[in-house]
């Protein structure tokens, strides 16, 4: 069987991140059904399974020891204690997909996009921090999910004001104070990243024809 081409391009590592509630779930879960050349990264993750997660779909669940083990063996792209559990990125399947011309979605923290960057696979990420329109609505889209006691809710809200304290080391900020509005930007951000020049592997090969082309018709 012939080797498959060359894909056309390096593929992206775009990090959508947001303080809970301010809409980045539903925007991943738009992004992902709307556009085939995205893969969502599957996390590993030492908290328990929880009622109809699928292991190695929802995440990859593992024990402490595991979870300690692959990052010490550099088998993570980034890493966090997040509310009392590990939650890490395999770097084998993110590097796989990129490397055929597939666009990999994070759903991480501000910490986890840094490590990103330091990462050995930096230049393909592209990232993206999403505001809410107000912290009074940020807290109304909290309550109304009803998934969370007010405790919980309360412990979202004072995280909100660190995270949101790290907008500027983004690529892109937006409001999302109209979501359909939002997830047309989101579109707007791939596309133009896509057409990178960095990113077009076949650029290269094409000027070096265009210029054999001038020698044959004008050397």
């Known amino acids: 069987m012939p080797p498959s081409p060359e894909p056309e391009r390096q593929g992206l590592l775009f990090v959508l991140s947001s303080p809970s509630g301010a809409g980045k779930s539903t ?5 992902l059904a709307g556009d085939a050349a995205f893969v969502l990264s599957v996390s590993a993750t030492t908290r328990p399974m929880r009622p ?12 402490v020891t595991r979870f300690r083990e692959m990052a010490g063996a550099g088998e993570m792209l980034e890493h966090a204690r997040v509310f009392d559990h590990h939650y890490g990125t395999p770097r084998a399947p993110v590097e796989a997909a990129i490397g055929q011309g597939r666009d990999v979605l994070f759903d991480v923290d501000w910490q ?3 490590q990103l960057r330091d990462s050995a696979l930096g230049f393909a990420v592209v990232s993206v921090f999403i505001l809410p329109p107000s912290i009074a609505e940020l807290e109304r889209r909290l309550r109304h999910r009803g998934q969370d006691d007010d405790a919980v809710i309360a412990r979202r809200m004072e995280k909100s004001q660190a995270e949101i304290s790290h907008w500027a080391e983004y690529d892109y900020v937006l409001v999302n104070d109209d979501l359909d509005a939002c997830y047309s930007q989101v579109e707007t951000i791939v596309a133009a990243e896509r057409l990178r020049r960095q990113r077009q592997r076949g650029l290269i090969g094409h000027v070096e024809s265009l210029n054999r082309e001038f020698e044959d018709l004008f050397g």
Do not use: A, C, N, P
């Open 112 to 114: 986890g996009t840094q």
């Open 52 to 63: 109809g997660e699928v292991d190695g779909k929802d995440y990859h669940f593992v024990d």
């Open 27 to 31: 925007l991943s879960r738009r992004l």
